[in-house]
């Protein structure tokens, strides 16, 4: 592929893929109350054929013919309402759309990874084409042709009217409206084409030309050199036609040109209202002259063109992911940079008031720089929520169960990729509680004083640099002893039975090859699963920690930073190393005296904060590291936490806050097990040193063994 079509497969993709969540979306709403409204049969219509056109400009035939079909379908119900389908065939439509758009995004998924799509779907297409015998008697089974032949009008000859207006099409219309699109945008027949989707809901007498955009590719030369033309009959119907124009994307400018020939026609019948002057067919006039300036002097040419050539607003533009990485490292480099210069070993001790005062300035430029960078990578969860909706779809209707999920927070937005790495851990956890979270019947449910309707809450908040993202249920509820004997029968027990607190006994559900199902069913009962969620989301920085009270049920929680590229952390000193601890793990800095201190029954020190003991973990001694500060009293205390654990770190001294860019480790050093000695990457300072980053939460598994 040349980087033209590659740039249009793209475009296609990105288009499609979001009509087809569009279409999941509606088609779950729908579902639950059972009817398509009438602006649903109009919106799914309308995406059937966008995609049956884009598709068909791509060449891809199985996606075009069976987007084709249902097309035919829902223009069948558009004409004839819902009411012309019997009740009990609702739910065989419903079923029908399912499986339709399953086939669609199947081969849409194969048009992503370049495999070659199904070459016969005559078994969905005929589905289809049965279902509208079915409600329609078998009188008309392609009533696609109506549309297409009221909105495809033959092409008329426009070689009269060309010169003279502007290459206007040979058309007796009153008005034309001509459209440029943005120079380069490519598939400007299609864009047209959408558009003309677009507005044929306004119900509006309007023609188009080229008419042939939808069939014919070479348009789009024709419409790249003259322009886009819409032909309307009413004056009225202009304002509405360009609402629709200026809310599409890639229009460059579009103007409003009366017909000159047919108002020299009227001119000739009726000499006496006015003596007709010269044409003037391509003038231009500015967007800012009013309507009612160009009916008080119709005599003058310049009003034939009511031009609005100033670029369309648009609200939306699609970037490539891989331009935005690129963003984010410069912008890393530039934080990296500036510290570099404002931390100079060359100007420490000088008075540098300019000096000082145009850093502090830099600093915040950068910052906001960095801000802005990380804001465009910064995508709502929604995408990843809306798609458990079809999940929790298909296990209800498999496993007979009544269950609704409840959506809470969706538009909370975190980092693109750490968007693309949740939505398999979020997906296992909700087939969990589907599967053998809620209970296998209503009459279960009754008699533990339930409601007979069980509900799975996924649920996404913001707290500081963290999305907190929750999947809870109230089904069965998990049984802490049966977890703990099943762990023990697959020898995955380190301690002593009795030893385990029940928090402990729920972290089990997280190891490699554990399952609380005794029977291997379609969704669970092999042992993977939990271990997958543990491994996606600590790849990304998180944190899985589950919550269960039997008979009442349970609760994932995953804690996700917003990003991982650029954090605030804080430089601590420890003999001559120097590491980085993220301000999100730290409460609080204290110092302590020798009496502060305590010891508990195996002799580790703890100390009391705010009315609660906390161990004390020496970092010098964890990591071997020579040093002069080993009383308590000559260092300081970081308290710290992640997740569900609290501790305090013992350091040498605080060196200061610093924005730091989060560089991954060197891939040879993975068969170290670096991963779990408490670092999780490490970053270079203003004096190109190397700061290692700890992480929190290993740190302290490290330290209990």
Request: glycine share 6%; aromatic share 6%.
């Amino acid at each position: 592929m040349d980087n033209g079509t590659d740039s249009m497969l793209d475009m296609y993709l990105f288009e499609t893929n979001s009509l087809m969540e569009q279409l999941d979306e509606l088609l779950i709403e729908a579902e639950k109350v059972e009817e398509f409204s009438t602006d649903d049969v109009n919106e799914i219509f309308r995406i059937m054929h966008t995609i049956k056109g884009s598709s068909a400009m791509m060449e891809f035939g199985s996606l075009n013919q069976i987007a084709h079909h249902i097309e035919d379908l829902f223009f069948y119900i558009r004409e004839n309402g819902m009411d012309a389908i019997a009740p009990e065939l609702k739910k065989s439509l419903f079923n029908l759309m399912f499986k339709s758009t399953d086939m669609l995004r199947s081969e849409i998924e194969k048009v992503e990874n370049n495999e070659p799509l199904l070459e016969n779907v005559d078994n969905i297409v005929g589905e289809i084409n049965s279902f509208l015998n079915k409600i329609s008697d078998a009188e008309d089974t392609s009533p696609a042709s109506q549309p297409e032949t009221a909105a495809t009008p033959e092409t008329p000859s426009v070689a009269e009217l060309n010169m003279e207006l502007a290459h206007c099409p040979d058309d007796d219309a009153p008005f034309f409206i001509k459209l440029l699109f943005e120079e380069g945008c490519g598939m400007e027949n299609l864009r047209a084409f959408m558009l003309i989707t677009s507005m044929q809901d306004l119900n509006i007498d309007f023609r188009f030309y080229p008419a042939d955009i939808e069939t014919n590719s070479d348009t789009c030369q024709d419409i790249v050199d003259h322009g886009f033309f819409l032909a309307v009959e009413q004056e009225e119907h202009i304002e509405k036609m360009i609402h629709v124009i200026t809310d599409a994307s890639h229009i460059q400018s579009y103007e409003v040109i009366e017909n000159a020939r047919l108002k020299k026609e009227e001119a000739a019948a009726e000499p006496q209202t006015q003596q007709p002057e010269a044409p003037a067919p391509t003038a231009e006039v500015s967007s800012t002259a009013s309507e009612s300036a160009s009916e008080s002097a119709p005599a003058k040419p310049a009003a034939n063109a009511r031009a609005h050539s100033g670029p369309v607003k648009q609200s939306l533009i699609s970037v490539n992911l891989s331009k935005l990485d690129a963003l984010v490292a410069i912008v890393g480099e530039i934080v990296i940079t500036e510290s570099m210069v404002t931390s100079s070993p060359d100007i420490q001790g000088l008075k540098l008031d300019n000096f000082m005062k145009s850093t502090r300035q830099l600093r915040k430029l950068t910052k906001d720089l960095q801000d802005i960078a990380m804001s465009l990578r910064m995508v709502p969860v929604s995408g990843v929520f809306q798609k458990m909706n079809r999940i929790v779809r298909d296990m209800k209707q498999k496993l007979n169960k009544d269950v609704r999920l409840t959506i809470i927070g969706e538009d909370t937005e975190v980092d693109k990729s750490i968007v693309d790495n949740i939505g398999d851990p979020i997906m296992h956890i909700v087939r969990n509680s589907m599967d053998h979270g809620v209970e296998d019947s209503p009459e279960e449910r009754v008699a533990a004083g339930k409601s007979p309707q069980a509900e799975i809450i996924l649920s996404a908040t913001h707290t500081g640099s963290e999305v907190i993202i929750k999947v809870e249920d109230d089904g069965r509820g998990m049984n802490p002893q049966a977890i703990l004997a099943k762990a023990a029968r697959n020898g995955l027990l380190t301690k002593p039975e009795s030893e385990y607190t029940k928090k402990e006994i729920l972290s089990l559900l997280l190891l490699p090859g554990f399952s609380t199902n005794e029977e291997v069913t379609e969704y669970s009962g092999r042992g993977v699963g939990m271990d997958v969620v543990k491994r996606n989301v600590e790849s990304v920085g998180g944190t899985v920690t589950i919550s269960s009270e039997l008979g009442q049920g349970s609760c994932t929680t995953l804690k996700i930073p917003l990003t991982m590229a650029i954090v605030d952390g804080m430089e601590i000193a420890v003999g001559s190393s120097i590491f980085t601890v993220p301000i999100a793990n730290i409460r609080q800095s204290i110092k302590v005296s020798n009496e502060d201190v305590v010891y508990d029954a195996e002799g580790n020190e703890i100390v009391k904060c705010l009315d609660e003991f906390y161990p004390i973990i020496r970092v010098h001694q964890l990591y071997n590291i020579d040093t002069e500060i080993t009383s308590i009293e000559d260092g300081i205390l970081i308290w710290v936490e992640a997740s569900d654990t609290s501790y305090c770190l013992f350091v040498d001294e605080l060196l200061g806050e610093q924005q730091v860019v989060v560089k991954p480790l060197p891939s040879y050093l993975n068969s170290f097990n670096i991963k779990n000695s408490g670092i999780s990457g490490c970053t270079i300072m203003g004096d190109g040193n190397i700061s290692i980053i700890l992480d929190i939460l290993k740190l302290y598994e490290m330290a209990q063994y």
